[in-house]
């Protein structure tokens, strides 16, 4: 059984939520350009690009490509690229940065600590993230309330970063069968790996299969505390306050 069998179930106002999404995409290519969508290429993420699309907005696309992805993203990355009406951006960790790290902590550094994990992190993810965002007014992500409790309060717009760029979370408050029921309505296409249980994709080596009951996130960082289950992409303010 696919991902849709298992998961294409709407919530009784899907329909009024998709509409309202809509009319939030539409407001965020509007108010708040120059913007862009951040695609991890995952399920929330596909729906996005197939919105945007749809309604035609002036929205880019980009993907932080690690270096560490599965074969399975890189290749629906090239189909995506090949398909998007939106231009695709691919935005690469610095190669010397990521040579440098490799060669100091081995290729297994993030699973001895959380400070080589981040470290790993911060060439891979974050410093492509701050290039792919400059000079942008606000970024699209595929972030839901229910795929975890730190994220149990993300809002539809979020209040502006140090930078003063804005968040919007299109899909906040869709749920995973929400999802599924688009990527089966509309026949969008989808990374492979969520059919081998994988409901959260980021890099290979950080990523793994769960199995029944297991939650959302299970299968990120797994090794972890649940509280330090964050690459720092989606960092509260609060908490970079403090830190
Ligand atoms: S993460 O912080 O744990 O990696 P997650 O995989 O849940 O995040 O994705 C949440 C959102 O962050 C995605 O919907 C997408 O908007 C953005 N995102 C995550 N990974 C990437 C990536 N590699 N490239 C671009 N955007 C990403
Ligand atoms: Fe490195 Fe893992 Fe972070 Fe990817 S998710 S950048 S491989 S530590």
């Known amino acids: 059984m696919g991902a849709i069998d298992l998961h294409a179930r709407p919530t009784r106002d899907f329909d009024a939520k998709l509409e309202q999404t809509r009319k939030l995409l539409l407001r965020a290519a509007s108010e708040f350009a120059p913007l862009k969508q951040a695609s991890s290429l995952g399920a929330e993420d596909v729906v996005i690009t197939h ?64 400070d080589l994990r981040k470290a790993c992190c911060a ?9 792919a965002l ?10 839901r309330r229910e795929q975890s ?17 804005i968040k919007i979370n299109p899909l906040a408050d869709w749920t995973w069968g929400d999802v599924w029921h688009y990527i089966a309505t509309h026949g969008v296409d989808y990374n492979p790996l969520h059919d081998q249980f994988f409901p959260s994709i980021g890099c290979a080596p950080c990523t793994r299969a769960i199995s029944l009951g297991e939650d959302f996130r299970s299968g990120r960082w797994w090794w972890e505390e649940e509280t330090a289950k964050e690459c720092g992409l989606h960092v509260h303010q609060q908490e970079k306050a403090a830190a």
Do not use: C
């Open 51 to 114: 919105l945007v699309n749809g309604l035609e907005l002036d929205i880019p696309v980009f993907v932080l490509e690690t270096g560490a992805l599965h074969a399975e993203t890189l290749r629906l990355l090239e189909r995506t690229q090949a398909t998007s009406r939106a231009p695709v951006e691919v935005y690469r960790p610095v190669q010397e940065a990521v040579v440098q790290f490799v060669q100091r902590e081995g290729n297994e550094a993030m699973y001895r600590s959380i």
């Open 123 to 131: 060439i891979r993810k974050l410093e492509p993230l701050s290039r």
């Open 134 to 143: 400059a000079g942008q007014r606000a970024w699209i992500t595929g972030l």
């Open 149 to 165: 409790a730190a994220r149990s309060d993300v809002a539809l717009i979020d209040t502006p970063d140090a930078e003063g760029r």
